[in-house]
């Protein structure tokens, strides 16, 4: 066995930090990130914008179409690439929003 084992086994002081930290160690799962078709990011758009083609945000105000990207990346976790893809908008312009 390794030697810290034993030392934890013989002295209670030392096996009770050791599980102190064992117990407060952070576990670093990988989080999944969920993907979204671009069937239901196109819903979301349409839901979203209250538009009946997700080419529209091309005529909205610049203040209303940023908010609505903004929406898309933060609130959504559509990628930019993403929206890009659905709405004609520019990737550049989406990164800005």
């Not at 002295?11 to 064992?22: G, H, L, S």
């Not at 529209?56 to 976790?77: C, P, V, W, Y």
């Amino acid at each position: 066995m390794i030697g810290g084992v034993f030392l934890c086994q013989e002295n209670p002081e030392r096996k009770a930090k050791a599980e102190y930290i064992i117990s407060d160690c952070i576990c670093l799962d990988m989080n999944e990130k969920v993907r979204i078709t671009d069937e239901e990011a196109l819903s979301i758009v349409k839901s979203v914008c209250n538009v009946n083609h997700a080419g529209n945000l091309h005529t909205m105000e610049k203040g209303a179409r940023d908010s609505f990207l903004k929406i898309f990346k933060e609130q959504h976790g559509l990628s930019i690439r993403q929206i890009e893809r659905i709405t004609g908008i520019n990737r550049g312009v989406i990164l800005k929003a």
